[in-house]
């Protein structure tokens, strides 16, 4: 059995997380992104604040029309904003 993203992240980015998020699935989204791309507690407000979770795969393509399925995805995956934390001091 595995454990919720938000039992494997610290204190401080469950409090984050509880303060700044009303909705539970909005907390959850960002828990399973903090756990998966390693968050700082600063990444992860960051990220909050500029609404990453309303805007993560949201460009305007026509990749599923002119592609095949399979290329498709992966188009549209290159277009999401990135997360890594490697992009944040």
Do not use: C
Not at 5 to 14: C, D, E, H, Q, W
Not at 23 to 47: C, F, T
Request: aromatic residues 6%; proline residues 4%.
């Amino acid at each position: 059995m595995l454990q919720q993203p938000v039992a494997t992240l610290g204190r401080g980015r469950n409090v984050i997380l509880l303060d700044k998020l009303g909705d539970s699935d909005a907390r959850l989204w960002y828990a399973a992104a903090a756990v998966e791309n390693g968050w700082s507690r600063n990444v992860l407000a960051h990220h909050i604040e500029t609404k990453l979770h309303e805007r993560s795969g949201k460009a305007i393509t026509n990749f599923q029309a002119t592609l095949p399925s399979s290329g498709s995805d992966l188009a549209q995956q290159s277009f999401k904003t990135p997360t890594s934390s490697t992009l944040w001091p």
